[in-house]
């Protein structure tokens, strides 16, 4: 097995290991990062959203499931659920937990390798992928993804943005929060492009800008307030092509595997808007350049 797949194993094993909740400050040293996820609620509603959306008669990959909460939350709505992760603790959790909520029968569970599936083709209708691509190989996953989904079927993917310079550098200063591979593979529009290749239609939607600012606030009494108000900030500049670059987060949906699409390229639009955007910089430079000059002569 590669080397960036035994650290995985060796990072996810750590982390999920049931014994670190028993040692507070570890637990939060390794988990630090949760509090960041106090202001989703848009994003979440989204995603159950598009459930909703697809009614429950379906058989439903969780891809890298961790410790099963997506996995657990869907079977209680009804659905027919396979978990993956390449964590054996990550997969003992969830089959302990399968148990535990009396969802036994609506859940399976496997160590597997993600860029290796053992399913057969066309076997899922609908794949979570619930910040994960951003650990594997997507020259390998994205083709494994399109392999095992129906022909009819969809996939979402919620995944962090790589664009934003204070996250990232966040991320650096974090280094005990993700393994190396993890933190130099944050998804940019260029991983959109390459699902293209696999998939004929990619649709993507951004979140989470303007509501960062609420993190630090998150246990006053007036937190839903703010984040309400900061929710509808993001609604208006995350529209923006630029500005949807700094968000945190974005979710995209796949579905026509094994079709490549023919939309426009993801990265060649975002070179678009920011060639619109210098012509405009310019223009109101030479604007404000040629008024300062008519004032200056009117003035002598």
Request: hydrophobic letters at 40%.
């Amino acid at each position: 097995m590669e080397k960036r797949k035994l650290e995985e194993i060796e990072f996810h094993n750590k982390i999920r290991d049931m014994a670190l909740k028993e040692d507070q400050e570890s637990y939060q040293y390794y988990w630090s990062n949760r509090k960041f996820y106090s202001i989703t609620r848009k994003s979440i509603q989204f995603y159950e959203n598009w459930l909703i959306e697809r009614g429950q008669d379906k058989k439903v990959l969780d891809y890298c499931c961790g410790d099963g909460d997506t996995s657990i939350t869907l079977a209680k709505q009804g659905f027919q659920v396979v978990g993956i992760d390449i964590s054996n603790v990550s997969i003992e959790n969830c089959r302990q937990r399968a148990i535990q909520e009396g969802l036994a029968d609506q859940t399976t569970f496997y160590v597997m390798d993600a860029e290796k599936m053992e399913f057969d083709s066309d076997d899922f209708d609908l794949i979570i992928c619930n910040g994960v691509l951003h650990h594997l190989d997507l020259n390998c996953a994205f083709p494994e993804l399109a392999r095992v989904l129906k022909p009819e079927g969809e996939i979402i993917c919620i995944e962090p943005l790589a664009y934003n310079p204070f996250i990232q550098l966040y991320r650096k200063r974090t280094p005990h929060l993700r393994t190396e591979w993890e933190a130099e593979h944050i998804l940019t529009l260029e991983d959109l492009d390459l699902a293209q290749k696999f998939f004929g239609q990619v649709e993507v939607k951004f979140f989470h800008l303007a509501t960062l600012a609420a993190v630090p606030f998150r246990n006053m009494p007036w937190f839903d307030t703010l984040l309400s108000w900061l929710e509808a900030i993001d609604e208006i500049i995350l529209k923006l092509p630029l500005i949807q670059m700094q968000a945190w987060q974005m979710i995209f949906t796949l579905s026509q595997p094994g079709q490549p699409s023919t939309q426009g390229s993801f990265t060649a639009s975002k070179k678009r808007a920011e060639k619109k955007l210098l012509v405009g910089v310019l223009a109101l430079a030479a604007f404000i350049g040629a008024i300062w000059i008519w004032r200056s002569r009117a003035l002598t």
